[in-house]
T-cell receptor, first 114, second 115 residues
């Protein structure tokens, strides 16, 4: 079975600072990995995903993540935080194609201060 | 991206009653819809997968008689929580995809409170 660990339920950064949200996964077979963002009272929006191929994945809103198999990690980064990045971020893993049976982490709330 | 809408966004019901939550794909036909549940400060847990025109597939530990899922059309799936109890209070989220090779889009969720 797969699992996801997101270290830190809350991460606080200043506007313009580097954003780093950590995600470690557990999977016995090659995983598909995802990052989602959730704004208040809205559904989850896909930021980026890793399936196969290039390990550095670029997503929307300037976010990117790198699949590091040796570390079982898929951390989310953004060079410069913007106030609008304040939201809840979820990492997810599956071994199925087609966005099936996603296993989510507990989420990390990103707080951005001016 | 495509739009998935859930209704209602919030509902309060009395213990013992049933409540229906709708999940609609507004601008695409969804062959598959997924239902998740999220407890406070916990991750989303997949409850079931429903394919249009067939019975839903429930995850282990999810009571199919308590959480009735219907996917009668390509744009609508419903989750009915039967004989709701306070422990059923949670945040329920659906997602929908057009086909196996496309992204699954999420609704905004429904917060159910059973009193």
């Amino acid at each position: 079975a797969q699992s996801v660990t997101q270290l830190g339920s809350h991460v606080s950064v200043s506007e313009g600072a580097l954003v780093l949200l950590r995600c470690n996964y557990s999977s016995s077979v090659p995983p598909y990995l995802f990052w989602y963002v959730q704004y208040p009272n809205q559904g989850l929006q896909l930021l980026l995903k890793y399936t196969t191929g290039a390990t550095l994945v670029k997503g929307i809103n300037g976010f990117e993540a790198e699949f590091k198999k040796s570390e079982t990690a898929f951390h989310l980064t953004k060079p410069s935080a913007h106030m609008s990045d304040a939201a809840e971020y979820f990492c997810a893993v599956t071994t199925y194609t087609g966005f099936q049976k996603l296993v989510f982490g507990t989420g990390t709330r990103l707080l951005v201060s001016p | 991206g495509a739009v998935v809408s859930q209704h209602p966004s919030r509902v309060i019901c009395k213990s013992g009653t049933s409540v229906k939550i709708e999940c609609r794909s507004l601008d695409f036909q969804a062959t598959t819809m997924f239902w998740y549940r999220q407890f406070p400060k916990q991750s989303l847990m997949l409850m079931a997968t429903s394919n249009e025109g067939s019975k839903a597939t429930y995850e282990q530990g999810v009571e199919k008689d308590k959480f009735l899922i219907n996917h009668a059309s390509l744009t609508l799936s419903t989750l009915t929580v039967t004989s709701a109890h306070p422990e059923d209070s949670s945040f329920y989220i659906c997602s929908a995809r057009r086909d196996r090779d496309t992204e699954a889009f999420f609704g905004q969720g429904t917060r159910l409170t059973v009193v």
